[in-house]
């Protein structure tokens, strides 16, 4: 594909490499053009090549992420929650949270993060109610609003959540979301696997994704950060930061419920053109 847009400035990253592989102690991801490593940065630490330069979180997620699983053509990735087991250890929130929580304080907010993830998996995000998260944990109502002040507050950490599920799967888990494929097939399982989380979460994730500040905000540029490393690895000739924009937007949760909702297309349907659409802004063959 001829892309009539500049090139990237010259970069002097690091070869590419991936966490999760044989060296993983010692292998980095290059760092994007125009961010530079936290200085000082102990090991183990989030990098900027993770979080686009946003300072989002403690230390880098462990290997084996859930529900991560490879797949073929045409099949949907799903990284559904698991219930009950909430985020990978250390994983990167995007939220702005505490520091010395007790540790039955953090239990009580993982069991309503988990009563909720149940909730919108068998009715939907209309189900995600202060009350029914309530009945569903077996507390009180007022302690799910101390916890979450709002039910706005509530849908912010269960996003959040799964957010961190989803990097911990295309940061450390298996293949092809995660490191070990070629940057073509990761692009595109990252795509089926944004694709299934917005089926899932649906008006929850199109609210979350509204606004002006939303691109400027972590979530999203974790994730422009990934899709352009991925671009650079494919040797694709645009110009890497408008192509990410780009097939992000592709991947807008408002677009993709109107997909699926008015024009009647499959989650499968949508897959399949993200892929064709990946392949060919990286001039992969799609045979």
């Known amino acids: 594909m001829n892309c009539d847009t500049p090139a990237d400035e010259p970069c002097t990253e690091p070869p590419d490499s991936e966490p999760g592989g044989p060296d993983a102690a010692s292998a980095t991801e290059p760092v994007p053009c125009g961010l530079a490593p936290r200085p000082g940065g102990p090991a183990g630490i989030a990098r900027d090549e993770v979080s686009g330069g946003l300072p989002i979180g403690p230390a880098a997620v462990q290997h084996s992420a859930p529900g991560a699983m ?25 939220l702005p949270t505490g520091t010395g929580e007790r540790s039955d304080a953090a239990r009580n907010r993982q069991l309503l993060l988990d009563a909720a993830e149940a909730l919108v998996q068998e009715q939907g995000a209309d189900g995600v109610t202060m009350d029914a998260v309530a009945k569903r944990a077996g507390v009180g109502k007022g302690t799910v609003f101390r916890r979450f002040g709002n039910r706005a507050g509530l849908m912010l950490a269960l996003l959040d959540q799964s957010d961190q599920k989803m990097q911990a799967a295309y940061m450390f888990g298996p293949p092809p979301l995660g490191p070990g494929a070629p940057p073509v097939e990761r692009l595109i399982a990252f795509g089926r696997a944004r694709l299934a989380g917005v089926e899932l979460e649906g008006d929850v994730r199109k609210a979350a994704d ?20 991925l671009l650079r690895q494919s040797g694709t000739p645009c110009s890497v930061p408008l192509l990410a924009d780009t097939l992000l937007a592709a991947l807008d949760a408002g677009l993709i419920l109107h ?24 001039d992969s063959d799609a045979g």
């Open 70 to 94: 490879p797949v073929g053509t045409g099949t949907a990735l799903s990284i559904e929650p698991v219930i009950g087991q909430g985020p990978p250890p250390h994983s990167l929130s995007l």
């Open 210 to 229: 509204a606004g002006e500040q939303h691109y400027s905000g972590a979530p999203y540029n974790v994730a422009k950060t990934h899709v352009s490393l």
């Open 259 to 282: 997909q699926m909702r008015v024009l009647g297309n499959s989650l499968e349907q949508l897959g399949d053109h993200w892929e064709t659409l990946v392949r060919q802004v990286t």
